[in-house]
């Protein structure tokens, strides 16, 4: 454990797996804030979302609600057709535009690919690659990572706003999050007046449902928010308008970053993309993969859960507050000191992970060769309450877009220009 201080404010990095999950499952909830920052005003204004808003009893049902959503998406064939034809359309252009050998940096067709998928997940519409709506989302989100840092410096240094270059960021900023919530109000909005009962296309659908289901039973099992039962007033229009929302800005970037590095690793140890052709030949052969399917293809599943270890896309996860004073081990911390899990030193720690510098998928890998989803020290997706609401979602989409795109290029080998493993150095 240490301490930064950011100006005034001081920010304690935990690298101990089994303390991290101490600190975030302790009873008293005590770290299970969100900071207050600039960046999350301009997101949520004064509603409130699951990603940005302290634990309480608002987040607890939009997280429960969603997260029965969530599970149901995850799961539909939908999903298994969805990733098929939008990899399928992404692998054809790339192939149209790109000759056999030579190189290009796929970077841009596997982000539209993750971006077409998840607008299509929410919202049911299929979204061609080139859609204006998707790529209004698309430049929107970009946007606003780009100037995270920008907004932070703000926060620390409130002056910083007199000048214009940053008070017009600051400005554009807050415009483009209005933007997205707004359209995303609009297409849940749309939703609501058109959903009929156990009908369930979509992300906007599932959510309806379960947020009906909720309020429906909310005093009927005699519980409330405080021991697992809902609040209703947190099912307003802005706030699930927010979560959903919250399904691109939490989702994109972590998945198209992570297939990313899983197409890099590919073409950088070419004998186990072969083995993952293999694998999928053997067991899937050329029909769209189902959630079924993951559960027989071993090697595949290692190999993305080592990408996740090795390269993960959160490294330091997303910031806790502490809401009250409290203590870590036998460290006192103060109200609102910030806590990071740092999630990169967890998952390179030789005491847990003999090599971490080494990627190797058989860490995985049981001896009679099945895939071992439950490692001690493995945490991707963050430890304990506020663990990412997305893992199914996440994990589905990452199986089945990776298992496409080989399928669709089984002509082909990803490999580096250099055709070695440079491009890790
Ligand atoms: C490879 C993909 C992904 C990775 C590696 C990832 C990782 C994470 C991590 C590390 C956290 C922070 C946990 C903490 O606060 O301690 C998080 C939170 C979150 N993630 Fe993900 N995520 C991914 C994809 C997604 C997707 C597809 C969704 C969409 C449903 C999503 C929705 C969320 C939300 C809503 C939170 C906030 C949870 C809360 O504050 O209670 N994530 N994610």
Redesign the pocket.
């Known amino acids: 454990m240490l301490t930064i201080w950011m100006g005034w404010t001081p920010m304690v990095y935990i690298s101990d797996y089994n303390l991290v999950k101490t600190a ?1 499952t302790a009873k008293d909830n005590a770290l299970m804030g ?1 900071v207050r920052s600039g960046f999350a005003l301009a997101q949520i204004g004064k509603h409130q979302d ?2 940005q808003t302290d634990y309480g009893s608002v ?1 607890a049902s939009l ?1 429960r609600v ?1 997260h029965s959503a ?1 599970r149901k998406v995850a799961v539909s064939e939908k999903l298994h057709e969805l990733v098929a034809d939008v990899v399928d359309s992404s692998a054809q252009t790339m192939k149209r535009t790109h000759p056999l050998g030579a190189p290009f940096d796929p970077k841009c067709y596997l982000y539209h690919s993750v971006m077409a998928i ?1 607008a299509s997940t929410a919202f049911g519409k299929r979204y061609q690659l080139d859609d204006k709506e998707l790529a209004f989302y698309g430049e929107s989100l970009e946007f606003m990572q780009s100037r995270t840092s920008l907004l932070a410096a703000i926060d620390r240094i409130p002056l910083l706003r007199l000048i214009p270059k940053y008070g017009n960021y600051e400005r554009k900023v807050f415009e483009t999050a209005r933007d997205v919530t707004n359209s995303c109000k609009q297409q849940y909005m749309a939703h609501r007046k058109t959903h009929s009962s156990g009908v369930v296309n979509d992300f906007c659908d599932a959510l309806i449902e379960a947020k009906e289901k909720a309020i429906e039973s909310d005093g009927r099992d005699g519980k409330d928010s405080r021991d697992g039962g809902d609040n209703a007033e947190a099912f307003n229009d802005d706030n699930l308008s927010l979560v959903i929302k ?2 691109f800005a ?2 994109t970037d ?2 198209q970053y ?1 297939l990313q590095w899983i197409v890099l690793l590919m073409a950088n140890n070419t004998e186990m993309q072969i083995q993952m052709r293999d694998e999928i030949e053997s067991v899937i052969g050329d029909r769209v993969a189902t959630s079924d399917d993951k559960n027989s293809c071993h090697f595949v599943n290692a190999f993305i859960a080592e990408t ?1 270890r090795y390269r ?3 490294p330091i ?2 910031t ?1 507050r502490a809401m009250t004073d409290t203590t870590i081990d036998k460290y006192c911390i103060e109200k609102n000191t910030l806590i990071i ?1 740092n ?1 990169w030193a967890i998952h390179m720690d030789p005491n847990v992970w003999p090599n971490p510098d080494v990627f190797d998928p058989k860490r995985f890998v049981t001896r009679d060769g099945s895939f071992r989803a439950k490692m001690p020290g493995f945490a ?5 309450r ?6 199914k ?2 994990l589905a ?2 199986f089945l877009i990776t298992v496409r795109l080989l399928q669709s290029t089984n002509e082909c080998v990803f490999a580096l220009p250099a055709g070695d493993g440079s491009a890790l150095e």
């Open positions: 975030f969100r699951i990603l987040w997280r969603s969530v998840l919250n399904l939490a989702g972590t998945t992570t996740m993960g896309v959160a996860a997303v806790h899990s999630l991707p997706f963050g430890i304990g506020r663990v990412c609401l997305g893992e979602l996440a989409d990452l």
